[in-house]
């Protein structure tokens, strides 16, 4: 079986954004009580791996050294003057007590996932990582440091190639804009469009640049898109452009701000339907190169739907460590709620069918941007 780790403890829990800020890192210990109740860390190929903080060499592979001694700045009296210039402030990034050593632990937490699969895990998951939106001198989209892109970073370093493959609702822009430019990692986000979402990017056209051009695939979806459409799409762009990229290392960013709960975002994913696609991934991992595996690292993201996220994550790691899924959530398990607060089963009830012409301008939509990807990129990859 695959060997898997989850890379967790409490203290990735326990800082509070602000007081009404969606993001909830709250949500990570409710995934974690999920699956230990599910009793999903107990198999024999499982561990649990405790994070640690990044260092400032690791830092620095995503961002400057000015931009890190700006954060470590912010929770002095001297940080709150330089604030705005990179992106800090009320709103999406805004300045808490311990911010600095909260971001670290977070960050560093992917870096222990990418130490695991050096050895003998086949696949780690980081749920506190996935912050895909933080460029190099400024935070965005509640982002402070972009750990996919230092994972990334660090495994190029060692010659391998990476596949990213990211299924936020939201563009994984901060990861595209650190490599646009390079042949030695593909990027793909699927994403609902940025003419309806945040960041307002990530559309076909956006290919890659130089030596990068054809190595940056997006694939934008109308909003209320459900599984079925959803997963026609992944189908007919993900797996045919990984396989021919044949990674040594696949690293995914698992955002759950797909489900048709997230208060924040439009698309109309099941849980199911999202552990699902964490499912084809996991195919992908298993045979990426002519049949060979490849190692997996699975990082978080967004999810703002408390309940929504502790079903998601706890299925996707189940998943990853090839366990059964039981039909009925732990009676010891009690929901953190919001919109799935009375909700006992894994899955989710199907939601109600859109209208029949929003349900043909939903598909069209996937339509096209499966097309125009097509005509973009498999010419690249020599997919006929």
Sequence with gaps: MRQAALIYSDDLATHVLSDEHPMRPIRLSYMHELASAAGFLDAPNSRTVAP????????????????????????SSDGLGIAARYGFGPGDNPIYPGIFGAQALAAGSAMVAAEQIAGDVDVAFAPAGG?????????????VFNDPVMVIRSLAAKGLRVAYVDID????????????????????SLHESGQFLFPGTGFTNETGAGAGDGFSANLP???????????????????????????????????????????????RLTAQGFAGTVAKLGA?????????????????????????????????YAVMSEQDIPDRI????????????NQR?????????PEEAVRNQISAFADRSIEQLQALLFPVFGIS
Excluded at 285 to 306: F, H, M, V
């Design 169 to 188: 609702c939201h563009h994984g822009d901060g990861v595209q804009h650190a490599f646009y430019d390079t042949d030695a990692v593909l990027t793909i």
């Design 345 to 353: 089963e894994f899955a989710d009830p199907l939601p109600p069918e």
């Design 52 to 75: 640690r903080p990044a260092s400032d060499e690791e830092l620095t592979l995503a961002h400057s050294a000015e931009y890190v001694e700006a954060v470590k700045q912010l929770g």
């Design 330 to 341: 732990p009676e010891s398990f009690n929901s953190p709620g919001d919109s799935t607060r």
């Design 221 to 267: 979806l109308a909003p209320y898109t459900g599984d079925e459409d959803y997963a026609r799409a992944f189908d007919a762009i993900v797996p045919p452009l990984v396989r021919a990229f044949e990674p040594d290392v696949l690293v995914t960013q698992l955002g759950i701000d797909t489900h048709m709960l997230d208060p924040i975002t439009h698309l």
């Design 131 to 143: 912050l895909h939106h933080a460029m190099p001198g400024r935070a965005s989209g509640f982002c």
């Design 284 to 316: 992908l991992a298993g045979d990426s190169r002519k049949g060979e595996s490849c190692k997996w690292i699975a990082l978080g993201g967004g999810g703002y739907d408390l309940g929504a996220v502790a079903r998601g994550w706890a299925m996707a």
